[in-house]
T-cell receptor
Framework: KAGVTQTPRYLIKTRGQQVTLSCSPI?????VSWYQQTPGQGLQFLFE???????NKGNFPGRFSGRQFSNSRSEMNVSTLELGDSALYLC??????????????FGPGTRLTVL | GQQVMQIPQYQHVQEGEDFTTYCNSS?????IQWYKQRPGGHPVFLIQ?????EVKKQKRLTFQFGEAKKNSSLHITATQTTDVGTYFC?????????FGTGTRLTIIP
């Protein structure tokens, strides 16, 4: 079974620009979560989607948004990039049962650098 | 801010020594998961604990979930160079999977 894929793997942007990251979950997984990983803040939850609906959102500004398509693929968008947005953005999919969080399968991440 | 803390933040051990990382939550958790992230890699699921006082073993790794379901530990016996990486615990808080601060393990050959 193919793993979680994320594109692009690396991205360099300048302040003020916007960026869209893509995530394809493992086949059959309908839950997709996004995390931001930085050396100072660790792994921070951004949001989770299930069946095209946002289930939860972390404590990030409105510049961070996402969506999920009918095939469970997900995208996240960051508008008006700031230097502090430089991070590794990880996507994880899981077989959500609606009761509790199951094993999260992470993708390789997108390394975003904002100059 | 972070509601799941891990200690220590860093641990350097000689190959063959034991290693333990501790995870503490500000609130009771319904379950706790552990992940390992190798340098340059992404987190990989190790195990999930659900029951109060639960202990699970995977070869040289022993995982415990506290009686109050607010803390957990991971113990590695006789570390090997392949154990290098950052170990994270994670638990659902306010329906969001919240990751601990992580413990970075380095091995001195």
């Amino acid at each position: 079974k193919a793993g979680v894929t994320q594109t692009p793997r690396y991205l360099i942007k300048t302040r003020g620009q916007q960026v869209t990251l893509s995530c394809s979950p493992i086949s059959g997984h309908r839950s997709v979560s996004w995390y931001q990983q930085t050396p100072g803040q660790g792994l921070q939850f951004l949001f989770e989607y299930f069946s095209e609906t946002q289930r939860n959102k972390g404590n990030f500004p409105g510049r961070f948004s996402g969506r999920q398509f009918s095939n469970s693929r997900s995208e996240m968008n960051v508008s008006t990039l700031e230097l502090g947005d430089s991070a590794l953005y990880l996507c994880a999919s899981s077989f959500f049962t609606g009761v509790a969080y199951n094993e999260q399968f992470f993708g390789p991440g997108t390394r975003l650098t904002v100059l | 801010g972070q509601q799941v803390m891990q200690i220590p933040q860093y641990q350097h051990v000689q190959e063959g020594e034991d290693f333990t990382t501790y995870c503490n939550s500000s609130t009771t958790l319904s379950n706790i998961q552990w992940y390992k992230q190798r340098p340059g890699g992404h987190p990989v699921f190790l195990i999930q604990l659900v029951k109060s006082g639960e202990v699970k073993k995977q070869k040289r790794l022993t995982f415990q979930f506290g009686e109050a379901k607010k803390n957990s530990s991971l113990h590695i016996t006789a570390t090997q160079t392949t154990d290098v990486g950052t170990y994270f615990c994670a638990g659902p808080i306010d329906e969001k999977l919240t990751f601990g601060t992580g413990t970075r393990l380095t091995i001195i050959p």
